[in-house]
């Protein structure tokens, strides 16, 4: 039984290490980077912006502010934002 425990915790720990970010296997929200948010696909960008929306004000956000607000932190990403910036350090709603 410990061996198995073991085996599983170095074959998840090899998983995280590996190189893929932590945005890739859960919803980081507004912590997620600029360099994941770019190569994410606009459902995964939508999920990550509504988890920060809901984060800040406690409350699901319509899709129009979920929209804008994507809209508005991939632009930032692409134009002033560095590869580990953040998406919630982008000017939104």
């Known amino acids: 039984m410990i061996k198995q ?16 970010s932590a945005s890739q296997i859960i919803n980081t929200g507004g912590d997620t980077k600029c360099k994941d948010f770019t190569t994410q696909d606009e459902k995964k960008q939508n ?17 129009a502010e ?17 590869p580990d910036t953040k998406i919630s350090e982008a000017p939104h709603l």
């Open 5 to 20: 425990i073991a085996v599983a915790t170095v074959a998840v720990a090899m998983l995280l290490s590996s190189a893929c």
């Open 47 to 63: 999920d990550e912006v509504s988890k920060m929306l809901k984060d800040k004000s406690g409350t699901d956000p319509t899709n």
């Open 66 to 82: 979920i929209s804008a607000t994507r809209i508005s932190a991939l632009g930032y990403c692409q134009i002033m934002g560095k």
